[in-house]
C-alpha cells in the first residue's frame, strides 16, 4: 500500500523568512510522481511542484523547491520569501502508474505579518 | 479553456435524499477522478473513470454510492439516501494520463 505522512499538522513562519515542511511516502513502485498541492480558504486545489521519481534533479519554481531523497522517501517543500499569500494548507501527495492520487493530511502554514 | 467545472458549489439535502454532483473535465481530458475531503483531512480517493467505463473505484462506499462518466455530458457522482456522515467537499480532478491533473473548485454537501 502507498501511504503519504505529513507529521506537522501546522507551522507558522515570519514573512519574508524561509519554512521547510516535511513529507515522507512509501510506495513500492519505482515510476511515481510527487506533488505538492496548495489549498487556500477558497478550497482550490492548486498545485505548486511536481516532481519525477527517476529525475535526480530537484524541481523548483520560483520560490518553491523541493528536496527530493529518493532512497530516504522524502520529499520537503522549501518555501523561500514567504508572503501573506502563501498562508494555507499544503498536502503532498504521490501518484503511480494506476493514476490514483494518495495524499497526506496536510500542513496548514501560517505566515506572520 | 474553463478548466474543470463542478456544480453545484453547495449543496444542501435532508437525510435520506439523494444528492448528485457533477464534473465537467478540461477539455482534452479523458480520465475522471473523485475525491471525498473530510474537515481538516486531505483527499482520500473514491473513483476513477474514463469515459463510458469505471477504472478503479476502491475507495468508493460500497452502497449508495455510484459514478459514471457517460459518453456525452459531465461525470455525476451520486449518493443515496444521504446521511451526516456525507457531509464533506467533493473534488473532481481529470488529467489526460501524462500525470497532469486539474482540480474542480469542489462541492461542499451539507447533510442536514
Known amino acids: 500500500a502507498q501511504t503519504v505522512t505529513q507529521s506537522q499538522p501546522e507551522m507558522s513562519v515570519q514573512e519574508a523568512e524561509t519554512v521547510t515542511l516535511s513529507c515522507t511516502y512509501d510506495?513500492?513502485?519505482?515510476?511515481?510522481?510527487l506533488f505538492w498541492y496548495k489549498q487556500p480558504p477558497s478550497r482550490q486545489m492548486i498545485l505548486v511542484i511536481r516532481?519525477?521519481?527517476?529525475?535526480?534533479q530537484n524541481a523548483t519554481e520560483n520560490r518553491f523547491s523541493v528536496n527530493f531523497q529518493k532512497a530516504a522517501k522524502s520529499f520537503s517543500l522549501k518555501i523561500s520569501d514567504s508572503q501573506l499569500g502563501d498562508a494555507a494548507m499544503y498536502f503532498c501527495?504521490?501518484?503511480?502508474?494506476?493514476?490514483?492520487?494518495?495524499f497526506g493530511k496536510g500542513t496548514r502554514l501560517h505566515i506572520l505579518p | 479553456n474553463a478548466g474543470v467545472m463542478q456544480n453545484p458549489r453547495h449543496l444542501v439535502r435532508r437525510r435520506g435524499q439523494e444528492a448528485r454532483l457533477r464534473c465537467s473535465p478540461m477539455?482534452?481530458?479523458?480520465?475522471v477522478y473523485w475525491y471525498r475531503q473530510l474537515p481538516e483531512e486531505g483527499l482520500k480517493f473514491m473513483v476513477y473513470?474514463?469515459?463510458?467505463?469505471?477504472?478503479?473505484e476502491s475507495g468508493m462506499p460500497k452502497e449508495r454510492f455510484s459514478a459514471e462518466f457517460p459518453k456525452e455530458g459531465p461525470s455525476i457522482l451520486r449518493i443515496q439516501q444521504v446521511v451526516r456522515g456525507d457531509s464533506a467537499a467533493y473534488f473532481c480532478?481529470?488529467?489526460?494520463?501524462?500525470?497532469?491533473?486539474?482540480f474542480g473548485s469542489g462541492t461542499r454537501l451539507t447533510v442536514v
Open positions: 480532478a481529470s488529467s489526460n494520463r501524462n500525470y497532469g491533473y486539474t
Open positions: 510506495t513500492s513502485e519505482s515510476d511515481y510522481y
Open positions: 516532481q519525477e521519481a527517476y529525475k535526480q
Open positions: 501527495a504521490l501518484t503511480n502508474r494506476d493514476d490514483k492520487i494518495i
Open positions: 477539455k482534452g481530458h479523458s480520465h
Open positions: 473513470l474514463q469515459k463510458e467505463n469505471i477504472i478503479d
